[in-house]
């Protein structure tokens, strides 16, 4: 999760890059469909998923994030989300996101750097009301590091640079 | 506010609604409290440097925390004297000068004006000390803790704060060397509610937040490390809601400080500090050896076991688990509050780490805790659309709470005490007038 510097190669060939795009888009809609435990299914065993509070944090050691999960903190996230009494998530916002801007590197190891750029829509819609409602969008950058698992791929890190941290956050109950 | 032009808050144990709704007394509680009595502004840790500053806000007004060339830790209005543009944009950083971009007037950090352009335009005998930036006139320190009060008059510093001092540091007492620092970050947040709902409320755990209590009863004895010392009590199994009187209780300090005391000497032994601060044994082990050298075999302790004082500093600080609380009213249904980890000077890295993560499994915007508590409060203010009569009910414990002979009112764990304690407080300083 630190900022280590890796060589990185571009990667250009169609089929990666559709392999890649097709994932991305695949967890988008695992995200927005709320099903957590797929969600946890595309992440290898040992895994970091950061959110950092300060867009110019270069790593999550000494400095307070809004996510900062290895694998039983993610677990934990998800089990409270399905387990019935987070609050905060009742009802479970409408989510739809658009994701785009997708940059492919080869790192060195073998492993797949992806950089790309997300702008999501959320509807909170407790009371029916449109004096009630909120709506909001956050948008920001993604950076996963992916690892090939057979014929699929799996999530090793992933860094999400939300564009919202400048302003005071509202509850963030939901996957980025 | 009745049409008598009198504030009431708590009346046979009945709080009117509107307190948390009414436009009106929004206003007044800018005016009466924010701008006039003492808030909690920031931190000394946050401009460690000479000529470091942070922007910061007093209810509604723009301030600027800064370090001066003399070491002084200064509260500046950003609003130059000249035609009003703030002088300081960036939210934080070093400089020994701020200077309003609109015509060039320029001010030392510590406030003194130190440049006209094209002077000749104002009569030669212009005393420039008539208009430096402002500063607050009235500023009080607690182990860096720093309050102002943007009034000449009133209460001072030490009699408002003194039924919290002790609690606050106990809090920094965590540290080796007594201090904390908020150099870790701040997670800023936003809800659409009353500020006036916020802390103090030991009734709630066991419903708001248990879905944490169902996350710690699912974990392995074993591996149980990552609950904060808060997050245990306000997980809120029912046994640690409800506990009698000699363990546990709700107390109102006095001028609106209250807290949760939860006695935990009994925890205070090196596997209790490990679970409760996410630390591995090794670092818990270091930290507690430190802390044995700094306060002593037969001390230290009692120190760990008071470090988390869980006060609510009315009307705008809390010091919880490892955490500082700061709440800044924008509305009447919208209020930011900023939490920041508490790190601890004189302690390994490893161990304020631990504190970071131990932190943000409970509180913050994607956190496991104090989501829900958000989540509620904009429940009730949309509650608060009917006008039931009659008004809410804050009668918790009111039989059995027990008035000690130095005033502090000792109730249950549970008792609403505590909120009774700041809105009798809310009422006498809403009552006292406006700043000139």
Known sequence: MTATAVRTSPVTDAETLARVERFLYTEAEIMDDHRYPEWLELWTEELEYWVPFDLADETPQGRVAVICDDRPRLKERLARFDGGYAHAQIPRPVLSRT?????????????????????????????????????????????????????????????????????????????? | MSTSGVFTSVVDGRVDGSIYTDPAIFEEEMKRIFHRYWVYVGHASEVPELGDYVLKTIGRQPVILTRDEEDNVTVLLNQCRHRGSTVCQAARGNSTVFRCQYHGWTYKNSGELIGIPRPDGYPADLDKRQFGLFKAPRIGTVRGFVFASLAGDGISFDDHIAPARHYIEAFCDASPVGEVMLSGGVQRTVFNANWKYIGGDGYHGAFTHRS????????????????????????????????????????????????????RKNEASLTAIARDTHLSPADAKEYLGLMKAAYGEDSYEDVLA????????????????????????VAPNRTEVEMAPALLRGVPESVNNARIRSHEWFFGPASFGSPDDSEIFERIQRGLDAKAVPPLLLARGLHRQEVMPDGVILGNRSDETTQRGQLTQWEKVMNEGVSK
């Open chain 1, 99 to 176: 994701v785009s801007n997708v940059l492919v590197d080869q790192v060195s190891d073998g492993t797949l750097e992806v950089r790309s750029r997300f702008v999501l829509t959320l509807l909170k819609h407790q009371w029916q009301t449109v004096t009630h409602a909120q709506e909001m969008v956050f948008s920001g950058k993604a950076i996963h590091v992916l690892e090939p698992a057979g014929d699929t791929l799996r999530i090793r890190r992933k860094t999400v640079r939300l564009s919202n941290v400048v302003l005071p956050l509202p509850n963030i109950q939901f996957l980025l």
């Open chain 2, 212 to 263: 944490t209590k169902e996350l710690l009863d699912a974990r392995e004895p074993v591996t149980a490390h990552a609950a904060t010392r808060t997050s245990k009590a306000e997980a809120g199994s029912t046994a640690s809601t409800f506990l009698d009187r000699k363990t546990s209780n709700a107390v109102s300090l006095g001028n609106g400080h209250v807290r949760l005391h939860d006695d």
């Open chain 2, 306 to 329: 008071q470090s988390d004082p869980h006060i609510e500093i009315w009307p705008n600080l809390q010091l919880t688990g490892t955490h500082v609380r700061t709440v800044r009213p």
